[in-house]
């Protein structure tokens, strides 16, 4: 072959390559569409499993672009080195020298080789992002919606997906084995995720066809399995990313490109899994890893021994407990085969995925929340320890109408008002009634959180605001946890009411808190008014009895005194008449003597004779310098 032919083959596969590439981009944005507008957005197929496909189809467009631009960049650097060897014969014929002008035009190989130096890192952080995107969209929406979509019509779900699966696993072998020439080596990445899509529509038909058959709980199933594979390819982006900077480089080595999957090559490169975990080995540490003893001692033994392995790890499945305080439900396939329930211990059943037993905590109290919501977009639930009407204290208020007594002025005003309210109801499951929880209802929780929002809208709309929040607070919890067990029994949900409460009952915190708690405080200060009103009464009245009383006795002592003293002066005068009637000389004189004695008792007396005529008397008024011995009282100085 001349090298002019072999130029020319080597545009012809680089142009085989961009042919290809664009088919299957072609394909499989064709079929992601498909994937996505009766699948999620209208959710025609009514299966999880068939919306998951569009993340390898999406994954495969992505890597056909690289691929296709990785075809036409090679077409023109080999078009390129064409010209540059017909220069370089020219230049031979004419002798003239190769000018740095010419060389300047020959740009398509550099721009091959950065591309191939720095693309493969762009595309793997590209399917890293669209991976963990979809798959986090996937999750927040299982995790949100009420209940699934039931698919239109089954077998149409089914005949779709087989007919998705043909074209991909089609489409994949043919990229597979084109990838063994080096030209096409980018397609590599394409097929094996054309693989997945094979893998993941055989599982949309499986899915479809045991939904038809009876068993519409295998879609769960084979979606979270598809859901935890695809998640382990997309972690596999992250560590061929990091790991890519730190391989070693050999020269001989063949480059695979760092967004192509190992795990994948593993089942879609031939020469069996374990030689290709040793080119995989060879690859990444940059020598023969393969050759050495210890490795060919792990070839030989660890398939049979990881085989038996996950033999008995299935085994192990045939084994399920059910706990003290619960009770198992046998399933097969996601449909109950048997009503009595199981109660607590050890069991056999057929391996995963064949049956299951579902476990319900039937002794355990459970509670929803009825009213606010209390977690944020986060997952945290927002509630602080201290509750105030005017502060946000929830993620999310739910909002009552309830009755209001309009007395004021305004006759006009709607007699209603607004109550933002927690009401957390517990319930124990009815042992006797598990099917009905279980089955018969889909997500019964929810359902009883429904039931108690409705019934207690109902409610809170027939009674008083202020009445709710204070003395008829026992009262209303009684009467709604009466009402929500009478909905539930007419549901048959299969549940007991245990206790219903009320928390954080005020008016909504956005306007109407602020006017509310100010109306609250004129309420309490009326109230304080009133109180310290009563409390000034209970003092002061009993004072003033104490006083009047007080008036009353000491006036009907004086009255006492006073007509006693006056009894008692009548009578001694009546007496001083009679003895003065008797001798009234004699009275005079110890009249006059008894006043001399006591009332000039302190008072200096001189007893004078009143037959000596003539007699002068000298008396001296002045006080005694000192006492003389016969003025001395004996009888005090003895004391």
Request: with cysteine.
């Amino acid at each position: 072959m001349t090298e002019k032919d072999k130029f020319q083959v080597q545009i012809e596969k680089a142009k085989l390559l961009t042919v290809i590439s664009i088919f299957v981009a072609g394909g499989s944005f064709t079929i992601a569409l498909l994937v996505l507008i009766p699948g999620i957005v209208y959710q025609w197929a009514g299966l999880d499993i068939y919306s998951l496909s569009i993340i390898p189809f999406t994954i495969t467009f992505l890597f056909s672009i690289a691929s296709l631009i990785f075809g036409i960049l090679s077409a023109k650097a080999a078009e390129e080195e064409e010209e540059k060897t017909l220069l370089a014969k020219k230049k031979e014929k004419q002798q003239s020298a190769f000018t740095t002008a010419e060389d300047v035009r020959f740009t398509a190989g550099r721009t091959l080789a950065n591309y191939k130096k720095y693309a493969p890192y762009v595309f793997a952080a590209l399917g890293m992002i669209v991976t963990f995107v979809i798959l986090l969209l996937f999750w927040k929406f299982w995790q949100t919606r009420v209940q699934k979509a039931l698919p239109v019509n089954v077998l149409h779900s089914a005949f779709i997906a087989a007919i998705f699966m043909c074209m991909s696993i089609f489409a994949g072998a043919f990229c597979i084995g084109q990838s063994h020439e080096k030209e096409f080596r980018w397609l590599r990445p394409s097929g094996a995720w054309m693989v997945v899509s094979f893998i993941s529509t055989l599982l949309t038909a499986l899915a479809a066809l045991l939904n038809k058959f009876g068993y519409p709980g295998a879609d769960n199933y084979i979606s979270k399995i598809m859901f935890a594979v695809l998640a382990v390819l997309g972690i596999e982006f992250i560590i061929s990313f990091i790991t890519e900077f730190y391989r070693p480089r050999t020269a001989d080595a063949d480059d695979k490109p760092v967004f192509e999957s190992r795990i994948l090559s593993l089942f879609t490169e031939p020469g069996g899994i374990m030689r290709n975990v040793a080119d995989t080995l060879d690859y990444q540490f940059g020598f023969k890893v393969s050759r050495t003893w210890i490795y060919t001692l792990i070839e030989k033994s660890l398939e049979p021994l990881l085989v038996i392995w996950l033999i008995t790890l299935w085994l192990f499945t045939s084994i399920a407990e059910v706990g003290p305080n619960e009770i198992g439900m046998r399933e097969r396939f996601g449909k109950l085969i048997n009503s009595e329930p199981l109660p607590s211990g050890v069991y056999l059943k057929l391996p995963w995925p064949f049956e299951n037993i579902a476990r319900y905590p039937v002794y355990l109290v459970q509670e929803v929340v009825v009213g606010p919501k209390m977690e944020n977009d986060k997952g945290e639930k927002s509630r602080p320890p201290v509750v105030l009407w005017t502060k946000s204290h929830y993620a999310k208020e739910s909002i009552f109408i309830v009755a209001s007594d309009k007395t004021g002025s305004d006759k006009d005003a709607v007699p209603i008002s607004f109550l933002s309210v927690s009401i957390p109801v517990q319930y124990k499951i009815r042992k006797n009634e598990i099917v009905d929880f279980a089955y018969i209802h889909k997500d019964s929780s929810k359902i009883l959180k429904n039931i108690g929002e409705r019934v207690a809208t109902k409610y809170l709309a027939s009674v008083d605001l202020l009445k709710v929040m204070s003395s008829d607070r026992q009262k209303t919890i009684n009467d709604l946890k009466n009402l929500m067990q009478k909905a539930v029994d007419e549901q048959k949900l299969g549940v007991d009411v245990v206790y219903v409460n009320l928390h954080d009952a005020h008016p909504p915190v956005d306007k109407v808190a602020p006017a509310f708690q100010d109306v609250i405080g004129a309420m309490e200060e009326k109230e304080t008014q009133v109180l310290g009103a009563l409390a000034y009464e209970k003092t002061v009245l009993p004072e003033a009895d104490a006083e009047a009383i007080k008036l009353v006795l000491n006036a009907q002592s004086y009255k006492n005194n006073v007509v006693k003293v006056s009894q008692a002066e009548s009578e001694r005068f009546n007496k001083q008449v009679t003895a003065y009637n008797q001798m009234p000389e004699m009275f005079k004189l110890r009249t006059y003597l008894d006043f001399l004695e006591n009332d000039c008792r302190d008072i200096r007396k001189y007893v004078m004779s009143s037959s000596i005529p003539y007699e002068v008397y000298e008396i001296n008024m002045e006080e005694k310098a000192r006492l003389d011995l016969l003025d001395v009282n004996i009888g005090e100085i003895s004391k």
